[in-house]
């Protein structure tokens, strides 16, 4: 769990498996790479503060009960920090990302965690503002807490996930002159 | 008749699927007498009109949370001596050392399994068979 520091220079919180990161901060992004993972990213609007986890229901051996109190708590400890930094409850929204189907050899790990999401935050009266969930590809995501904004990018393979999202060009030659 | 067919329980949770989880879980124990509240206050309502034996309470909830809950049982004299285990995500050694001054019975961190949920109560109830 991360609390942003306050500062005035745009701050990029990693958010990892397993670990969720809430901020009051505009200058904060929330970053994560999304396989099977799901991110739910809550956020007040009013209040302007907001919060995004990212997990990856186990494939628990004692049965999908097992599974949803794992995702239970997981999403419950956003919600409590959420609701310290001050959001209200009837006013959270949400978006979901994530739930990609990464390997045709395995089983559909992706579509258990997206029928968890949904229905986790249809039982709590959390209304879902926009979802990008399933496909084959991994995710790239950011997500800004205090307006609720979020973007992804769509990452073909494994070896291109760590890769910057913007590369820099080299510039184009003007003339004949070499700049050294 | 085995304790787990008279025992009485009130689960207090601001969440609706975690009060359910809480609730499933008593069902797969057999005690069936549940009756579940949404905090802290609420609970208190229910309390003076429907006694129960034992309280599953969260930490978090809004209007008044676990532990101002317990304060509150331990105070007056007709819930005095209710059993009380706190459910949290979050089991820091602050709350603990709270939980027990104010006479908290148990403590269990989600996310539990039935089983570990079953130990935790009888630990305060006795055997549930």
Known sequence: MTFAKTAATPQIISVIQGEYAVSDQPNVTMSTVLGSCIAACLYDQNRRVGGMNHFLLPEAKTGDGQNVKYGAYLMELLINDLLKMGAQRHHLRAKLVGGGKMSQLLGDVGAKNIEFGRRYLINE?????????????????HFYPTTGELKEKFVQNDAQIDKPAVVARRPKRQSNVELF | MALRDSLKVLVVDDMPTSRGLIVQALEEMK???????????????????????LILSDMNMPVMDGLELLRNLRANRATKGVGFILVTGK????????????????????????????ACIEQVVGPLA
Request: hydrophobic fraction near 35%; proline fraction near 7%; aromatic fraction near 4%.
């Open chain 1, 125 to 141: 009266g959390i209304p879902i503002d926009w979802e990008s969930m399933g496909g084959v590809q991994a995710r790239r995501v």
């Open chain 2, 31 to 53: 005690i069936w007498k549940n009756s579940t509240e949404n905090n802290g206050q609420t609970a208190l309502e229910r309390l003076s009109k429907e006694p129960v034996h």
């Open chain 2, 91 to 118: 089991p820091t050694p602050e709350l603990v050392a709270k939980g027990r001054s104010l006479g908290m019975n148990n403590m269990i961190k989600k996310p539990f399994t039935t089983a570990q949920l079953k």
